[in-house]
């Protein structure tokens, strides 16, 4: 339970971090080739900067004392980026393969 929430806090990270944006300026961040929609390799790759961030030892693994709060069960990067892969699908509320503007922003599923 506790390394859920940890992964919760964590995959909630950039959307704390870009609330007073549009939907479609928080779209642009994530879309590196610019075709205006977001595939599961560039939301992966966007929302891993948050780890390394967090990760300072750059080890590819965020410690207890890496984490929000300093607590919880150590993290791969492996495992962040399966989590966030899962996450990109539930997202995909259409199932088109991509996230539009609106499917982004919206609230994490549990
Ligand atoms: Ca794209
Ligand atoms: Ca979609």
Redesign the pocket.
């Known amino acids: 339970m506790a390394r859920r929430a940890a992964l919760a806090a964590l995959l909630l990270l950039p959307l704390w971090a870009h609330a007073q944006g549009t939907p479609a300026e928080y779209l642009r961040e994530f879309d590196t080739d610019g075709d205006g929609?977001v595939s599961e390799a560039e939301y992966v790759a966007h929302m891993s900067e948050g780890f390394h961030r967090l990760d300072r030892n750059g080890d590819g693994v965020l410690e207890a004392d890496e984490l929000p709060g300093g607590h919880g069960k150590p993290i791969t990067l492996q495992q962040y980026q399966d989590n966030l892969r899962r996450q990109f699908h539930k997202?995909?509320?259409?199932?088109?393969?991509?996230?539009?503007a609106q499917?982004l922003v919206q609230p994490p599923q549990g």
């Open positions: 929609r997202l995909d509320r259409n199932h088109d393969g991509y996230l539009d499917e």
